[in-house]
C-alpha cells in the first residue's frame, strides 16, 4: 500500500529546489547588504569576504568540517 498526501510533494530536485524559508530569508538579507566582490581588496570586497567565512563557519559546524574544508562551486 502506497502513503496518501493531503498536500503536494515536489519531487522534481533535478532542475530547481523548493527554498526552505529561512534560507530565503538570508539570501535577501545578503544581497541587500553585500555589494562587493569576496576576492577584491576593498572594503566592500573585504565585507563580501567576510561573509563568505561566516558562511563557511556556519555550515562547517553543521556537518562537522573545519572553514577550509568547505567549497563553494558554481555552474553544474
Do not use: W
Not at 538579507?29 to 563580501?48: D, F, R, T, V
Amino acid at each position: 500500500m502506497s502513503p496518501q498526501f493531503n498536500f503536494p510533494v515536489y519531487l522534481d530536485c533535478n532542475a530547481s529546489n523548493p527554498i526552505e524559508p529561512r534560507v530565503l530569508q538570508a539570501i535577501l538579507e545578503a544581497y541587500g547588504a553585500l555589494q562587493g566582490n569576496a576576492g577584491s581588496p576593498h572594503l566592500h570586497g573585504q565585507n563580501a569576504k567576510s561573509a563568505v567565512h561566516h558562511a563557511r563557519d556556519q555550515i562547517g559546524r553543521v556537518v562537522n568540517v573545519k572553514r577550509h574544508e568547505v567549497y563553494f562551486t558554481s555552474g553544474a
